[in-house]
């Protein structure tokens, strides 16, 4: 029977991950680089969870590239390639020195250009981490095998009804724009990225911050011009149970949230990260506190950002936060460069001294189509602590679904930085 995407494996060392760096080992145990074998096995899961009903099958062997929609060919050495995709009418080659034996037929007229969607196929794969490559499948999949919902939205003025909306709601927003330099060079850069790419489109956002920008995008919204309509991803589990020996509640879950609040600079600081569009920052600082008079309350991120023509700066966001239903679990909101973000937050697992915490949130900015997930370490300098629980914390991002290959440690040039624009409301 025919599957719809078939996996083939090679040889070589999986980049993903920093297995056998000094964070990673005294974090999480994770002291070696994985193999191909166990990170693909993680790729087809999420594949599978993204897609509902779709079949992957994973070999390392010769196959009938034939009886598969899409064939992936990883680390596959040359000859083999040419061998194998014969008869194969979608190849997507991952192999050095082989992407030219790629080949993709769209399953739907008035999709984009083959040659653009495997250029951005092999620009995510190239980055070298798990979530850029596991997007690079998701375009490949989405263009010839089925649809996609995480890839499937994009925001485009492309039609005459939506240039009529622009013109005669968002002109005035659209003028002053366009009279903005950083709005330009934000929009130029953005330009040159596919709009479903979060990391690219991220990275252009925030070396280009511009109140001008960010005033067309919310007459945007508001109007409605792009006709998305992203959710939020749901990753099924849980959050902690209990909490220095008692059933966790709201109390002791906003407790666990506001951290070292009190004391310190902020709340926590990021040691890990999994998602490279958001998490991936320097010098991180991440404070969470509640309104006096009620039970929500505030979360303030501050990172720095060195931008695409090198200069360094700091950066704000401002989300409210909700009790979610049940304890342990937040729902957030914000907005960010004009485009308003819903975010679901829970507290995986956290240690009783709150030495560290393990935290996941999945997000979308809907009114854009983009929907994303990540997972932190915190401490409270963005150091690991001594003696940490390398095993219970490597099940903490398990039970998240999120592999140790999956994260990446987070720099904090030093212990505290007072440049940074903390809230000061204490």
């Not at 009938?64 to 014969?86: F, G, M, R």
């Not at 010098?283 to 990172?303: E, L």
Request: aromatic share 10%; net charge negative.
């Amino acid at each position: 029977a025919e599957v719809d995407v078939l996996l083939l494996l090679g040889h070589g060392q999986c980049p993903w991950g920093e297995g056998g760096t000094e964070t990673m080992t005294a974090a999480l145990g994770f002291a070696e680089p994985v193999t191909w074998e166990v990170a693909i096995k993680q790729l087809a899961w999420k594949l599978q969870q993204a897609v509902p009903g779709l079949e992957v099958q994973i070999s390392s062997g010769v196959e009938k590239t034939h009886d598969a929609k899409l064939v992936v060919l990883i680390n596959v050495d040359p000859e083999s390639c040419e061998s194998q995709i014969t008869d194969c009418s979608n190849r997507l080659v991952l192999s050095a020195g082989s992407s030219a034996m790629s080949k993709l037929l769209p399953r739907a007229p008035g999709m984009r250009s083959a040659g653009e969607v495997l250029t951005r196929c092999t620009d995510l794969w190239s980055r070298d981490t798990a979530e850029d490559c596991f997007y690079a499948l998701l375009f490949a999949i989405h263009f010839s095998v089925t649809d996609v919902p995480l890839v499937e939205q994009e925001p485009q003025i492309d039609s005459l009804e939506k240039v009529w909306r622009l013109c005669s709601r968002c002109l005035k927003e659209a003028i002053e724009a366009g009279l903005d330099g950083e709005a330009r060079a934000c929009l130029e850069c953005q330009n040159g990225c596919d709009v479903r790419d979060q990391t690219q489109m991220y990275r252009c956002t925030v070396s280009h911050e511009s109140e001008p920008l960010a005033q067309l995008v919310r007459c945007f919204e508001r109007r409605g011009i792009f006709d998305c309509d992203a959710q939020i991803p749901e990753v099924r589990f849980d959050p902690m149970a209990t909490f220095q020996g008692s059933p966790l509640d709201h109390e002791s879950a906003w407790k666990i949230m506001e951290g070292h609040w009190i004391e310190s600079p902020c709340s926590w600081r990021p040691v890990l990260g999994q998602n490279p569009a958001y998490d991936y920052f320097p010098s991180q600082y991440n404070s969470w506190y509640r309104d006096p008079k009620g039970n929500r309350g505030w979360y303030d991120p501050v990172f720095k950002v060195i931008t695409l023509d090198g200069r360094e700066v700091w950066r704000k966001r401002h989300y409210r936060v909700l009790l979610g239903d049940l304890p342990g679990s937040f729902r957030l909101s914000t907005e960010d460069n004009g485009i308003s973000l819903r975010e679901f937050w829970r507290i995986v697992d956290c240690a009783e001294d709150l030495s560290w915490a393990v935290v996941h949130y999945a997000g979308a900015a809907r009114s854009v189509g983009q929907s994303y997930t990540g997972s932190l370490l915190l401490s409270r300098d963005g150091n690991v602590p001594p003696k940490a629980p390398k095993e219970r914390i490597r099940k903490a991002f398990e039970k998240a679904a999120v592999a140790a290959f999956e994260l990446y440690a987070i720099t904090q040039d030093q212990l505290f930085d007072p440049t940074a624009p903390l809230t000061e409301f204490r």
